[in-house]
């Protein structure tokens, strides 16, 4: 018997079946950095017209999480995308060194700074510190595939960047933006130093609500002032406050000129609250029967003296539009040192700060009674000394939001004290922000409401911190009157110059008659460090202005949402004071990654997704195909079952290119690539196909729609080529002669096909298509990711009519419907044993029998007759939902050919294969049989 199985082209490929990704994605990776890809890519892409996506730096702390993942992934497949149409797009990682955190880890491990261990000493350890860390998350970023210059990244701490970070403030100072200022700032008690608005956050906290009496002084005077004689000597204006800590430091009660207030008597108390908040208080103080004695303005209170609640004096009612009647009495404690509403409508009045507490959280030792106690415990006694002196009206407990730090996450207090300010009203600069906002393209749109909203009440920027590890206000100032050395310009650049080559230790280390000379007396050193975010804020001078391959403004800041009042901020600030432009044109955002029930990932929960698990055991790939399956505008559901999904789209996607693959094995394109014009029909129709998707993915990289890119490129895996295309024409490319123009036809779509479809994945599966090009015939030298968009030929002339391919797609599913029944009841086996008769209307006869014999090739069977709609009825044949179409379906009584394994009764007709069917005793003895259409 001949062995007809020989003369069939089965698929062969160098393309594995198996992914292994886990396994092979570190190999590949090793080979990448070999062969210095990177540079190569910059190679290929000198002179070509740049796009700079500028990264905002990660924290040098910690090993990276699921979101740092998404955050590089992103911007990984941005930047391949963007360098596949033809931009030379290199990438700068960075990261952010300085600061609180990596000071506490260090304090941990030798000590606190001039306590236990030098300034210098300490500073040493924190550099070695942050470069650990930094070596640790690089090796993580790195496996997942992101391709950029990690030899040379920036580093806050780089002595150039350093040194470039205070030629930045300079800048500011030369433009009238930097000033210095004795107001309450946040502070951060545990970390001993003030923090901007930029690293607040806010959680749930249960503090003491307490309304408390401030008894009138002067009971004859209140009277005449409110044209009531008969006021009780017990009479007391109400405040309330959920800060018990800062009654020590009240200097005043503030009221509301315009607001109605009200004398209100209830058995032994008699009380002053705002008319509009009256019934609450009373409610609060279990006042029984209240009655409203007298009616009266705020204004005519002003300067009546009130005794304080704790201490023997008394303290004004003074006035203030900040006084509203949303919560409490209407009458509001006032502190000026720990509040800056307070703060500000004491300076209308000639009231100052007493500065009682320090900066660790303590009262002083001549604040009386609460000496040596800490602010966050010293509530009770505040409360104890209330109720002996009776003046405790009500107490509660009240969980509500409240400021913390976002590194250490305590609670923060205002506390008032000298700081260096980024001004947003002195110069106009916050006018100059919000205008800055107009020229930037936010996505999602979103974006835009969002900033200008945080900007709308953004205050000066405090940019100094009482810290060791950050980078100095390397600035002279008078010692009497506090205003900077008239030759700041020059004296920055000088310090700048020395920090370029010993790092922030010069400054510290700076002998000032250095650079001062006979001014040395009169002039001192600031020692003060900058917050971290102005660091990172002036990355677009201290790294985009600085490096040759990159520029002033990035086309592109990409981050998560949380860094409109982060990082997107400090960046628009800074850059306004000192180029009086926008440092991007775009700003995308990301949402976060939640587990599968929008829950917030935290180790309590266990909810917990590590990136170092997920490519460890299933591959960066398929953590890269997730993040773009993902609209990542909002926020990100990721779980283990979601990325065993996702892992499942991956197998589909790589089995239909390894299909393609296996197609092409003996394929050379050099010699076998056909012309659009000799393509069969339906081969051209898939190029087209394939020309078609590839405008619209295009089109959504270049609005960033990632999720779209994975929708349709899943869809055309699975619909287009698995469930219609790569079907039909598994016979031609399996029976046909190798060389045959039907076979060739088919390997020349399918190789336009893979050549587009890997540029595709790239971006997103990069290790995948790193495989694909290295198996691919007629690959190019270069790396796929230094490859520009495949230019598919214009097949359109000869295919097949989008149309008709519709058509014929909806007829081969309601047909599969009609065999898979058959199956079930056991009529017939595999398609090609069915005999199929489809009863069609006028019009789509018309169509189907255009294709004449190829119509079964089309539909997997081996026989296929066309019938009128009006014989339907008598053949009892099975009615569809396609409108004019009903079908019946037979088994054959035919032979089956041993080679194609189509039914013919054909077969024994030529003595010599009398085991085959006509086409193939053609295919195996001829050039091949000639095919139009399918």
């Known amino acids: 018997m001949t062995d007809y199985k020989a003369t069939l082209n089965l698929p062969k490929t160098a393309f594995a079946m198996k992914a292994n990704l886990a396994q092979r994605e570190p190999q590949t990776l090793k080979r990448w950095q070999k062969e210095n890809i990177y540079q190569a890519i910059r190679t290929a892409r000198n002179g070509a017209p740049k796009f700079i996506l500028h990264d905002g730096p990660p924290y040098a702390n910690g090993n990276i999480h699921i979101g740092h993942a998404v955050n590089k992934i992103l911007k990984d497949i941005i930047i391949k995308s963007k360098t596949l149409s033809g931009f030379d797009a290199p990438y700068v990682p960075g990261w952010d060194c300085h600061g609180l955190p990596i000071e506490h880890n260090v304090e941990k491990k030798i000590g606190k700074a001039g306590v236990k261990v030098e300034h210098n000493v300490f500073r040493k350890k924190c550099r070695e510190y942050a470069a650990k860390q930094v070596a640790g998350q690089k090796e993580d970023f790195v496996r997942l595939g992101v391709l950029g210059e990690w030899d040379t990244p920036y580093l806050t701490m780089d002595y150039k960047t350093e040194a470039d970070t205070i030629r930045a403030l300079g800048k500011i100072a030369k433009n009238g933006h930097l000033v210095k200022g004795f107001k309450p700032v946040y502070w951060s008690v545990v970390g001993g130093s003030a923090l901007a608005e930029a690293e607040v956050e806010y959680h749930e906290k249960t503090s003491n609500s307490i309304d408390v009496k401030f008894p009138i002084d002067d009971i004859t005077d209140f009277a005449a002032r409110i044209g009531f004689e008969q006021v009780p000597a017990n009479a007391a204006i109400v405040i309330w406050t959920t800060t018990p800590w800062t009654l020590p430091a009240n200097q005043a009660v503030s009221l509301n000129a315009e607001l109605d207030y009200v004398l209100i008597s209830a058995g032994d108390a008699t009380i002053v609250v705002a008319e509009a908040l009256m019934e609450g208080v009373c409610q609060r103080g279990e006042l029984e029967n209240p009655k409203v004695l007298a009616t009266f303005k705020g204004s005519v209170l002003e300067n009546l003296a009130l005794q304080h609640p704790i201490y023997s004096k008394t303290v004004p009612i003074i006035l203030g539009d900040h006084v509203t009647v949303d919560a409490g009495t209407g009458c509001v404690h006032t502190a000026p040192d720990h509040g800056v509403e307070d703060f500000n409508v004491g300076k209308k009045y000639n009231i100052g700060t007493l500065n009682i507490v320090g900066g660790d959280g303590v009262y002083r030792e001549n604040v009386e009674l609460f000496a040596g106690q800490h602010v966050y415990k010293v509530d009770e006694a505040i409360l104890d000394a209330l109720s002996q002196r009776g003046h405790l009206f ?296 394939t020309a078609q998707l590839q405008q619209e993915i295009l089109a959504h990289y270049e609005t960033y729609e990632l999720h779209q890119i994975y929708q349709k490129l899943h869809n055309f895996c699975i619909v287009d080529l698995g469930g219609f295309y790569l079907d039909i024409t598994k016979d031609r490319v399996y029976t046909t002669p190798t060389k045959s123009v039907a076979r060739r036809s088919a390997q020349t779509a399918q190789y336009h096909i893979i050549q587009a479809l890997v540029r595709w994945i790239a971006p997103i599966m990069s290790y995948t298509a790193d495989e694909i090009w290295q198996a691919m015939p007629g690959a190019s030298e270069l790396p796929i990711f230094a490859e520009t968009w495949y230019a598919l030929p214009d097949c359109s002339a000869r295919a097949l009519k989008p149309e008709v391919v519709d058509l014929l797609a909806e007829v081969k599913g309601e047909l599969n419907k009609v065999l898979e029944q058959k199956r079930s009841d056991g009529e017939v086996g595999k398609s090609l044993e069915a005999d199929v008769v489809l009863y069609c209307g006028d019009q789509l006869r018309d169509v189907l029998s255009s294709l004449d014999d190829e119509l079964r090739f089309v539909l997997m069977v081996s026989k296929v007759t066309l019938a009128t709609k009006a014989q339907a009825a008598e053949a009892k044949a099975e009615a569809t939902q396609l409108d004019g179409l009903s079908i019946q379906v037979t088994k054959t009584t035919t032979n089956k050919c041993v080679r194609c394994w189509h039914h013919s009764d054909t077969i024994g007709q030529h003595a010599e294969h009398p085991e085959l069917c006509t086409r193939c005793v053609t295919n195996i003895t001829t050039d091949g049989e000639v095919r139009r259409y399918a």
């Open 394 to 689: 009500h107490a509660a407990k009240l969980v509500h939001s409240y400021p913390h730090c976002w590194r250490t996450k305590t609670p923060l207090i205002y506390r008032a004290t000298p700081q260096w300010f980024i001004s947003m009203t002195a110069n106009g600069l916050l006018n100059d922000v919000k205008n800055a906002v107009d020229g930037v393209e936010w996505l999602p749109s979103w974006g835009e409401t969002r900033i200008r909203a945080m900007l709308e009440s953004s205050p000066d920027w405090c940019v100094s911190r009482q810290r060791t590890w950050g980078v100095p206000i390397a600035l002279f100032i008078d010692k009497n009157t506090g205003d900077l050395h008239p030759n700041t310009e020059a004296l920055i650049e000088q310090v700048a110059q020395k920090v370029e080559q010993g790092g922030i230790e010069a400054w510290f280390e700076l002998d000032a008659q250095v650079l001062l000379g006979d001014d040395v007396d009169q002039y001192e050193k600031v020692t003060d460090t900058l917050d971290v975010w102005f660091d990172s804020g002036v990355t677009h001078s201290s790294v985009l202005s600085q490096r040759d391959n990159l520029h002033y403004p990035a086309d592109l800041y990409l981050e998560g949402s949380d860094q409109h009042r982060g990082w997107f901020q400090s960046s628009l600030k800074t850059a306004m004071a000192i180029y009086g432009s926008a440092p991007y044109k775009q700003v995308l955002t990301h949402g976060f990654a939640v587990d599968q029930n929008g829950h917030k990932m935290s180790k309590s929960l266990g909810n917990v997704m590590s990136p170092q698990t997920v490519f460890n055991d299933l591959g960066a790939d398929v953590l890269r195909l997730w993040v773009s399956a993902t609209d990542f505008s909002g926020d990100m559901s990721v779980s283990e079952t979601i990325l065993k999904r996702t892992a499942d789209s991956y197998r589909r996607i790589r089995n239909t290119v390894r299909y393609l693959m296996a197609n092409l094995g003996e394929f050379n394109p050099e010699q076998d690539l056909l012309p659009a014009g000799e393509l069969v029909a339906l081969d051209a129709w898939a190029v087209e196909r």
